[in-house]
């Protein structure tokens, strides 16, 4: 059974940082393109970051380029999500999931985790 674990979320405030953790579970981790998205209140999902770990891609949505950085930990089959200079707006929930697919993208996903929340305080 696939399983994602996001942790990590919390309040913050606004310059400040915090670390995203995905853990998973349940699948062959090299084989799968991780992504981190995130829901806004009142708004529709986006895509954040995203990482295949076997082909060392990555990707960041222009917004977050500069500030976040995504890496992986083979050996624990957890991707992180390094979040610097948070700002109010990236104030979400934020998901991790999983994706049988070459590279990696921020499309449509099959598995999700559940989300953990991020509050920035300005």
């Known amino acids: 059974e696939v399983q994602l674990q996001a942790y990590g979320g919390g309040l913050v405030q606004a310059g400040g940082s915090l670390r995203l953790s995905c853990a998973a579970s349940g699948f062959t981790f090299d084989d799968y393109a991780i992504g981190w998205f995130r829901q806004a209140p009142g708004k529709e999902r986006e895509g954040v970051s995203c990482?295949?770990?076997?082909?060392?891609?990555?990707h960041y949505v222009d917004s977050v380029k500069g500030r976040f950085t995504i890496n992986s930990d083979n050996a624990k089959n957890t991707v992180y999500l390094q979040m610097n200079s948070l700002k109010p707006e990236d104030t979400a929930v934020y998901y991790c999931a999983a994706d049988r697919s070459p590279g990696c993208h921020l499309g449509k996903y099959d598995y999700w985790g559940q989300g953990t929340l991020v509050t920035v305080s300005s």
């Open positions: 990482i295949h770990s076997s082909d060392g891609i990555l």
